[in-house]
């Protein structure tokens, strides 16, 4: 996959580029689990540092063109603060700077559109209880109300008010997001909250009748989950992932 694209590696701190290289990563396997929409969906992570620049896909590539040196830095008023070729999407810099801007937390932030997603957005009961992937997202979810293609500035206020301080937010009619420390934690949060989305639409189709999980044990996820990842959340995964791309296609890391 080579787009000419010069390489930066020497250009960056060594902190950077291993962000750059893991959401490089996390874009290949949105696009390896078939979760990518085109080129209308965006992950961003932010740069280590004092200053507030975070990392966003070029627009006009396909996730499986992503690699390290493409990916643009900006600041929060979308302005690139490194040289690139690449122009990135408004609505992608509405909604992540949107996030980045109120939370200091968010080391990477994920949105999609997937079937599943979108079609739970869609339900008035949004995501319910019935799985035990949906157990881990119930502990901290939010949902914000469609406003239209999230191109206009002035629906930030509002997703930032909606979201507070939740990891996982619902946009009606629209999509999912997430917001982790690092970008393994965020692929972890959305690749739970993407399954119990799927599994949801799947035990509905079924037209029996579903079985809620208690709140008491939804209220507990937090807790076991970090015992079943030894405290590690996303990391726990992400260096079996990282050898996963790394046999399918290691341009990633380029």
């Given at each position: ?222 807790r076991t989950l970090g015992t079943a990842t030894k405290g590690r959340l996303g990391g726990i995964a992400w260096p079996a992932l990282l050898r996963r791309m790394d046999r399918k296609d290691p341009s990633f890391r380029e």
């Amino acid at each position: 996959m080579q787009l000419n694209v010069p390489g930066l590696e020497q250009k960056v701190s060594q902190e950077e580029w291993q962000v750059r290289t893991d959401l490089a990563a996390l874009y290949r396997l949105v696009a390896h689990f078939g979760w990518d929409d085109l080129v209308f969906t965006h992950i961003t992570a932010r740069v280590p540092g004092p200053e507030h620049h975070f990392l966003i896909n070029p627009y006009g590539l396909l996730y499986e063109e992503m690699c390290a040196s493409n990916m643009v830095k900006v600041d929060l008023d979308g302005n690139k603060v490194m040289d690139s070729t690449f122009d990135i999407n408004p609505a992608g810099y509405v909604v992540h700077s949107a996030v980045h801007e109120v939370r200091e937390d968010a080391g990477c932030v994920v949105h999609w559109h997937s079937r599943a997603g979108i079609a739970v957005s869609a339900q008035k009961t949004g995501l319910l209880p019935i799985s035990q992937q949906s157990t881990i997202p119930l502990t901290s979810i939010a949902y914000h109300d469609y406003e239209g293609i999230a191109v206009d500035k002035e629906e930030k206020a509002a997703l930032q008010q909606d979201l507070g301080d939740k990891a996982n937010l619902i946009l009606r009619n629209h999509g999912l997001l997430v917001v982790g420390e690092t970008v393994a934690d965020a692929f972890l949060l959305m690749y739970f909250l993407e399954t119990a989305c799927q599994v949801q639409v799947a035990a509905q189709g079924s037209g029996s009748e579903l079985i809620l999980i208690d709140q008491s044990i939804v209220d507990d996820s937090a807790r076991t989950l970090g015992t079943a990842t030894k405290g590690r959340l996303g990391g726990i995964a992400w260096p079996a992932l990282l050898r996963r791309m790394d046999r399918k296609d290691p341009s990633f890391r380029e």
